[in-house]
């Protein structure tokens, strides 16, 4: 299983990025995927999650700013992030927890200046 993320990127407050996850290794259809994120000098918290039906969940800091989809053609998911705040700014990661193993993206870093 591979996990490529991309889409980060240095922001001002207020604007918007798209992040892309692609998977290779398994099918996202039908699995569980999820979002986190990890600030400099934090833990990695849960951002957002879509369910294999496409039933979407998010954190309480960035309901109504976050929204996470899936293209199951592409095999990819997408976390669109809009209004975003300096608070936003970490590295984001993709991840599965499939068969007994946690996979991770490589990170995409996210900063929002003020």
């Known amino acids: 299983v591979q996990l490529q993320a991309s889409g980060g990127g240095l922001v001002q407050a207020g604007g918007s990025l798209r992040l892309s996850c692609k998977a290779s290794?398994?099918?996202?259809?039908?699995?569980?995927m999820e979002w986190y994120r990890q600030a400099p000098g934090k833990q990695r918290d849960l951002v957002a999650s879509?369910?294999?039906?496409?039933?979407?969940n998010y954190t309480g800091s960035v309901k109504g700013r976050f929204t996470v989809s899936k293209d199951n053609i592409k095999n990819t998911i997408y976390l669109q992030m809009n209004d975003l705040k300096p608070e936003d700014t970490a590295a984001y990661f993709c991840?599965?927890?499939?068969?007994?193993?946690?996979?991770w993206g490589q990170g995409t870093q996210v900063t929002v200046s003020s």
């Open positions: 991840s599965i927890f499939w068969r007994g193993t946690r996979y």
């Open positions: 879509i369910t294999s039906g496409g039933i979407t």
């Open positions: 290794g398994i099918i996202l259809r039908i699995n569980f």
